[in-house]
């Protein structure tokens, strides 16, 4: 049986990879700020979204809707529904955190696929607990540098086509569900969700598309077990 | 006009978090809203892959995006890093619009 870390040891361990995942975020970060300047947010408007939603599926989609010509308030539909993941996850966090009064309402902002991934991954609630805030804070940090950077980049860049970052949010989608398609269904959802938004394109307005693929995948979700 | 949006998405985003964190309501465990609620960010984020990539306004459209794509998805096989799949997919569209 191997040794029981030290409380030192644990503590930097969760440290190290707090610190490991928000450089990665970082980086995935200024891609974002990237495509939301690219897509005609102002810089000052990126940066509000990556303070106030910090949430990046979210963040990504609401400025991909707007970038493919759709409307900001069918961004904004979409962000929505995919911040419902994160209901899931505090529920699934309140008997770890047993946060309440204001340390409730910061704990709130921070959780995301990231902090929930390294806070339940733990072996003790205490370890959980440490690398849920310290996961938080670093990405919320190097998450909210990354935005900066990324949007300023663009400022300098003459012409965002020319160098294929209309191409980057679809590259990104990709990257963040790879994932989750290695099961049969979720492909197969992805899959048809794909081939319905493209068959609605050209009969409906720009963003609409997201709106009834989410109908449908509820719809399909809810369904009754035979 | 994009900030009235933007202000309503960021609060329906913290709703959401903090909603988890302090009503554990029971249809939140119940099965089918735990089936349901994973398969959203796929079919939407699909969704997106699929327009972004192969329509321009209300038009389909099949140009260097979709070779883009293709690349970015060999990027994911070989398990590239996120940024990596990302500059793959972006310098791919500039590269084919080059020649």
């Known amino acids: ?226 | 006009m994009i900030w009235a949006p933007l202000l309503v998405a960021c609060a329906a985003c913290y709703s959401l978090k903090l909603a988890g964190l302090s009503m554990p309501q029971r249809w939140l465990t119940n099965p089918r809203i735990q089936r349901t609620v994973p398969l959203l960010p796929v079919a939407l984020l699909a969704a997106l892959i699929a327009i972004n990539t192969f329509s321009s306004g209300r038009h389909l459209a099949l140009d260097a995006r979709a070779v883009a794509l293709a690349v970015a998805g060999i990027a994911v096989l070989l398990r590239a890093p996120f940024l990596v799949v990302v500059i793959a997919g972006a310098a791919t569209a500039a590269l084919v619009r080059l020649v």
């Open chain 1, 1 to 226: 049986m191997a040794a029981t870390p030290t409380w030192n040891q644990t503590r930097r361990a969760v440290i190290r990879d707090a610190l490991g995942i928000g450089i990665a975020s970082g980086a995935y970060a200024l891609s974002f700020g990237a495509i939301s300047t690219t897509a005609g947010l102002s810089i000052v408007q990126t940066c509000a979204i990556s303070i106030l939603m910090f949430t990046g599926a979210s963040q990504f989609a609401f400025v991909g809707v707007i970038a493919a010509g759709g409307s900001a308030w069918a961004g904004a539909a979409t962000a929505a529904l995919l911040g419902t993941r994160n209901a899931l996850y505090g529920l699934r966090l309140v008997s770890l955190l047993e946060v309440a009064g204001l340390r409730r309402i910061v704990a709130s902002h921070l959780i995301i696929d990231e902090t929930t991934a390294m806070a339940i991954a733990r072996d003790t609630p205490k370890a959980g607990r440490l690398a849920f805030w310290a996961t938080g804070f670093v990405l919320f940090a190097l998450w909210n540098l990354g935005t900066v950077i990324g949007a300023l980049a663009t400022q300098v860049l003459p012409d965002p086509r020319a160098l294929g970052l209309d191409a980057a949010p679809p590259a990104a989608f990709l990257a963040l569900i790879a994932p989750r398609l290695r099961a049969g269904e979720p492909m197969a959802v992805a899959m048809a969700a794909g081939v319905v938004a493209l068959v609605l394109v050209p009969f409906v307005p720009p963003g609409v598309p997201l709106l009834v693929v989410a109908v449908l995948v509820v719809l399909y979700g809810l369904r009754p077990a035979r």
